[in-house]
């Protein structure tokens, strides 16, 4: 099985969490074999080179080992145009669970990365010193023209990373279906048409996963869930304690007026249930 | 004005009766599969001056006697409904579905408002005197309003017959559901607008001054007191008594907003229904909560407003045949051809266009709401009244039917029952993955004439990388192709075939299937339902017994369908 990942790129700042999110950068580079490019968007002093060799050094990397690039401007863009023009598979950063209200939506640096990825995109929760191991990953399943290569992204992530479990989310809602009840239609009805169509979305799930071949020897799981998408699944994630939420990335960058009248990922985004990592399709 | 006993037991034996028949002709009008609201209607016209004012005066005047008490207790009743209508009709109106659905919802929204207003509003305006205002008054008023009231969908009874069609839950259920949304709200700011112009509400302030108050309302609910309703929900379903904490909270708002709107000058029923889509956006809301607010507004406060109206006029003496086909003419040129247009711009296949033009075509209660408030405020009179209820009705009752010829059309291409064809199906004893996949191919080529030479090459190509065996006999080799629709050619081999199943049994039952591009959805749903079949080894083993077309075609459609 190949890689799913071959090209990682990491911001690299000296913040508390910096540390961290470097190690994890390294481990994800020997576990799929990858090259890993270091951003650092700020001015090119020789202090601050000294700073990062030391801590690349701290850490077991050196340069020749890593590429480093520097980029001035806003950083969000910064690490966009760079990804981009390096043809970066993964970029890897960092972020809190929960922003304050404000700068929801305003965006942070990392929420504005996972509005509009140039690439996938692995977002690590509050990234401490000791290595985080993804033993229980979900994955959100659309069954759109995105979905097969977010689910083999995630299979193969997992085969690598030596997962026990996989979850595989359904998320799905029947606007108006309730309204039914005003015209006559009973609660007992409604409900029997929820339990059906989740069963008819398992089976789907069930399908999917033969047709794709994916059936490997990790566990999975196959979950339905009915309700708002992109909520349902973060609570579930939340209950499940996942290590890893695997979801396709918005198709298109998402604006003001997704937060205001919330889109799937702003769910996700608003608090992040465990490390997210973003699918960016072909 | 005080009420004397003999008040209160009248009132209290009227309100009794009108639930008493209400109930009854509402389950009559569910057993032959018509809309809830057209039973409510018949029971106050049966107990109103229609027919039982006409056939037992005494008895009428006597139960439904028109003093002033009464009138002013009906007269609460009506708005306090009206107000709960709007209000759970907002609480179902689901932006994020809308912004989902993207342009097509919208194509079909729009076009389904403005080409029925534009002709209403037209026609009121340029005769104004076959539609029952001889008298010319509130011309541009009146005009507007005809526009409108051909404009709104009803959401429930679509509700309901996407339910009985089992369209709820496909591309063309969602659509319909979200365009009929989008409507609901443009077509209710526009009516809450012209009761502002009338000022039929309070006169304390200018009709400019109203407008800004609209605006900062629906701005500060939809930004500010979404958030705030959102925080407030998971607290009061968790820290008060369920449901009745959350229904207090539902109605406090409701009341709360309706009067605020009607004291900046526009109708309450306009307050009712912003702040029911900030209450039903919440994630919180929980879907049994829906419904029992649902059930609480149906039971109670609907049976009594629809009733009600029945007894305040004679549909027979009001009745004007003209100005009825009239409506009925432009309700349904206009629904249907402005939504059957805008699903069309939205590159909707052309049976599409028409399910969602007949579905959107229903009115149903919302009109005869719309309608109810106009006569109030003497914009129409009774006649136009009564032709609307009658349109109202009319499309209502049209709109299951007519969309089930369609429906049927493209249900016979796109369900699993339907793709059972005989002359689709083989039985033999080839015990070769390729010789069959190749044998299905042929069948299909011949007997449909496609074109498809490529078909078992690739299916065979594609079965190298991933079998297609899944478990309990069953191999479903599958592809998407260049087709217009999905095709299902059925092998039984009585010796089976390696087609390398999970559980290592060989393949008995061999469903080739081919589904057009861009399908994923359907062809997803399709092969669930033929796993669904095979997953009782008992039931896989009976199916793979089969010895002739019919008897496994019979099998296949009883077992297990969804």
């Known amino acids: ?282 | 004005m005080t009420f004397t006993s003999n008040d209160i037991t009248i009132l209290l034996l009227s309100m009794a009766v009108m639930l008493f028949v209400a109930r009854g002709m509402g389950e009559l009008m569910r057993l032959i599969k018509q809309p809830l609201v057209i039973g409510e209607i018949l029971a106050g016209i049966i107990l109103g001056p229609t027919l039982l004012g006409f056939v037992f005066p005494d008895l009428f005047n006597g139960l439904f006697n028109k003093s002033q008490s009464s009138e002013i207790i009906l007269q609460g009743i009506t708005t306090i409904s009206v107000v709960m209508l709007l209000l759970v009709s907002g609480i179902e109106v689901d932006l994020g579905i809308v912004i989902k659905q993207g342009k097509k919802a919208l194509w079909i929204s729009i076009m389904g408002i403005l080409f029925p207003f534009t002709l209403g509003f037209l026609m009121a305006w340029s005769f104004p005197q076959y539609l029952g205002n001889t008298s010319g008054e509130l011309h541009l008023v009146f005009a507007l309003f005809v526009g409108t009231a051909l404009s709104i969908t009803a959401l429930p009874v679509v509700a309901r017959t996407l339910m009985d069609l089992n369209l709820f839950k496909t591309e063309i259920g969602y659509l319909i559901i979200a365009s009929a949304m989008v409507n609901d709200l443009i077509g209710w700011i526009i009516f809450s607008l012209i009761l502002g112009m009338m000022g039929s509400a309070s006169h304390s302030l200018e009709f400019g001054s109203t407008l800004t108050l609209i605006f900062a309302f629906i701005f500060i609910i939809f930004f500010v007191g979404r958030r705030l309703i959102n925080y407030a929900i998971p607290f009061i379903q968790k820290r008060f008594s369920y449901p009745g904490g959350i229904l207090n909270f539902v109605l406090i708002l409701g009341f709360l907003s309706a009067a605020f709107t009607e004291y900046i000058g526009v109708h309450a029923i306009f307050g009712a229904f912003i702040i029911g889509i900030a209450i039903g956006d919440s994630v919180h809301l929980r879907e049994n909560t829906r419904e029992i607010i649902q059930q609480f507004v149906t039971n109670i406060f609907a049976p009594l407003f629809f009733v009600s109206i029945g007894l305040r006029i004679n549909f027979v003496s009001n009745f004007d045949l003209g100005i009825v086909l009239i409506f009925l003419v432009l309700a349904f040129a206009g629904k249907i051809i402005g939504c059957g247009l805008g699903a069309y711009f939205g590159k909707m296949k052309t049976e599409e266009s028409l399910i969602i033009a007949f579905g959107m075509n229903s009115r149903g209660a919302m009109e005869i709401v719309l309608a109810t408030l106009a006569l109030q405020v003497n914009l129409i009179n009774e006649k136009v009244f009564v032709a609307i209820v009658i349109m109202a009705l009319v499309t209502s009752i049209s709109s299951a039917p007519l969309m089930d010829i369609f429906v049927r059309r493209i249900a016979r291409k796109t369900q699993f029952r339907n793709l059972l064809r005989p002359e689709l199906i083989l039985f033999g004893e080839l015990s070769n993955r390729e010789q069959i996949i190749a044998a299905l191919s042929q069948i299909i080529e011949r007997k449909l004439s496609l074109s498809m030479d490529s078909i078992s090459s690739k299916m065979i190509e594609r079965e190298q990388s991933f079998p297609s065996g899944i478990a309990n006999y069953l191999a479903i080799p599958h592809i998407h192709m260049k087709v217009r629709e999905p095709v299902l050619a059925i092998y039984i081999s009585s010796k089976g075939a390696d087609f390398m199943a999970t559980d290592g049994l060989p393949s008995k039952a061999i469903f080739l299937l081919v589904t057009p591009e861009n399908e994923n959805e359907l062809h997803l749903k399709i092969l669930a339902e033929i796993v669904r079949k095979f997953q009782d080894l008992n039931n896989a083993e009976t199916i793979t017994r089969a010895k002739e077309t019919i008897e496994l075609i019979n099998m296949l459609r009883e077992s297990n369908a969804y």
Not at chain 1, 29 to 46: C, M, P, S, Y
Not at chain 1, 232 to 258: I, M, R, S
């Open chain 1, 1 to 282: 099985m190949d890689a799913p990942f071959k090209k990682l790129a990491l911001a690299v700042t000296f913040s508390p969490t910096s540390r961290a999110l470097l190690r994890e950068a390294a481990r994800l580079k020997d576990l799929f074999n990858a090259e890993l490019l270091l951003i650092h968007v700020g001015e090119r002093t020789t202090e601050i080179e000294t700073r990062m060799i030391e801590m690349l050094q701290s850490i077991g990397l050196s340069l020749p080992n890593v590429n480093l690039e520097w980029g001035l401007g806003d950083p969000a863009q910064v690490i966009n145009s760079v990804c981009i023009k390096n043809k970066i598979d993964l970029l890897i950063a960092g972020a809190l669970e929960k922003e304050g209200l404000i700068t929801y939506f305003t965006g942070s640096i990392a929420r504005k990365l996972m509005r509009n990825p140039p690439c996938s995109l692995l977002v690590l929760v509050s990234p401490k010193d000791s290595t985080k191991v993804y033993n229980k990953i979900c994955a959100g399943v659309s069954f759109g023209p995105e979905c097969p290569d977010t689910i083999n992204k995630t299979f193969r992530f997992a085969h690598f990373e030596h997962t026990k479990e996989i979850t595989l989310i359904r998320e799905f809602q029947v606007p108006g279906h309730s309204i039914a009840v005003y015209d006559g239609v009973s609660s007992n009805e409604t409900q029997s048409n929820r339990n059906r169509w989740i069963k008819e979305e398992e089976d789907k799930m069930r399908v999917f996963l033969a047709e794709h071949n994916l059936n490997t020897g990790i566990k999975i799981n196959l979950v339905a869930l009915y309700g708002r998408s992109g909520w349902e699944a973060k609570n579930y994630v939340q209950q499940l304690n996942a290590d890893l939420f695997v979801t396709p990335a918005p198709p298109k960058k998402l604006k003001l007026v997704d937060r205001l009248f919330q889109h799937d990922n702003e769910f996700i985004f608003e608090s992040l249930p465990c490390s997210l990592l973003m699918i960016k399709g072909n």
